[in-house]
């Protein structure tokens, strides 16, 4: 590790002495093979149940009845349960751990894709809202998780490594829901339920560490820590979090429309979405070899932010140059969005305080993602044009440089003040 100026160290180690538990993990074992599968197994779930959804909205709605706005409030549920669940992860983990809350959370994921999947509309959203939650504790969860059992130079490298899993898992999901609702018998009712064989694949791998769980009789994760709303850096996390969920939903949500708009063909915008998609699994998997040792971000966190605001200015100043516009946005966003879970597990002071850090960063982000889609919508239709709702996301795009550059820090987060 290289070596940083005696301030920086100094002001560390006051900030652990003041704000990190008693034995806190200070002595933490080096990251096992079995543990890093079973998180892989685990983040395999958290996207493939909901990016698959767009693909067969169109049959959802011509076969059920469903007007564009139920569709459209169909895409957003998700988004807002997140919302509304990750504040309570936090209170619920310390009850029962971490370990045993994500085993049922599987469990629950399991049970709201197979209602999802039943003829009915109401079990259709019903079943949503179900794993919905289900996703919103493993959200929260994973960087809890993380920041207990993973030393401290090995956290945004397996934060990567979980987010390429997403990343991979939800593109296949989006390629292949619609092929299977084509060929497999009840339509896209089975194409809803496919991801479920992840969720058994990740149950079935989580099982020893639940049994580790028992064997070592541990009641729960500690004293509960508070969710630090007077933090000023966990409000720039948060921050953080939500402007670049807000651009990656943008993103999948309206540039193939804009694109289109802009006079590509149909084929040629979702190739465009789908090579957005792979870029951002690129960038999210070399950050961690190019911010090795380093623990203060800001200039990383703000840079990469520019980068997804020079994107959107070159969607809108240069039609012609899509491919450059998705380039700069699958590497600014997919850099972004490493560092977001990172700083959830980096800028706590030990696991309980990383949940409930998770649990207001990802309230807030989701919250504020799920406005981002519906407002350029509402933007588009007011103006009949892409150029007032896309300037928008570049002034987003710049406040998230700012936030950035303050969750960059290397401090911790306290429940008291900065």
Known sequence: MSPRPATASTSRSVSRSVSAPSGADTTRPAVSVGLVFAICLVAANLRTGLTGVGTLLPAIEHDSGLTSSWGGLLSTLPLLTFAATSPLVARVSHRFGTTRLLGVALGVLAAGTVVRSLPSVACLFAGTVILSAAIAFGNVLLPALIRRSVPAHRIQAISALYVTVMGVTAAVSSGISAPLAHTLPGSWHTALAWGIAFTVAAFLGWLPRLRGDRAAKVPSDGPRSAVPWRSGLAWQVSIFMGLQSLG?????????????????????????????????????????????????????????????????????????????????????????????????????????????LAGMAQSIGYLVAAAGPLLLGILHDTTSSWTLPIMLLIVLSLAMASAGYGAGRDRHVSSSGR
Do not use: K, N
């Not at 911010?291 to 200039?299: C, I, K, S």
């Not at 994107?311 to 039609?319: E, K, M, R």
């Open 248 to 356: 990656f939903y943008t993103a999948v949500a309206w540039l193939p429309s804009i694109l289109i708009h802009r006079g590509t063909s149909s084929t040629t915008a979702g190739w465009m979405l789908f090579y957005y998609q792979l870029i951002a699994l690129a960038a999210s998997s070399l950050l961690p070899l190019l911010t090795r040792g380093r623990h203060d971000q800001r200039w990383t966190a703000a840079g990469a932010s520019v980068v997804v605001a020079g994107g959107f200015a070159v969607l809108i100043s240069a039609p012609g140059l899509s491919v450059i516009a998705c380039t700069l946005l699958g590497l600014g966003g997919g850099a972004c969005l490493v560092l977001a879970l990172t700083f959830q597990s980096e800028r706590a002071a030990g696991h309980g305080e990383a949940a409930a």
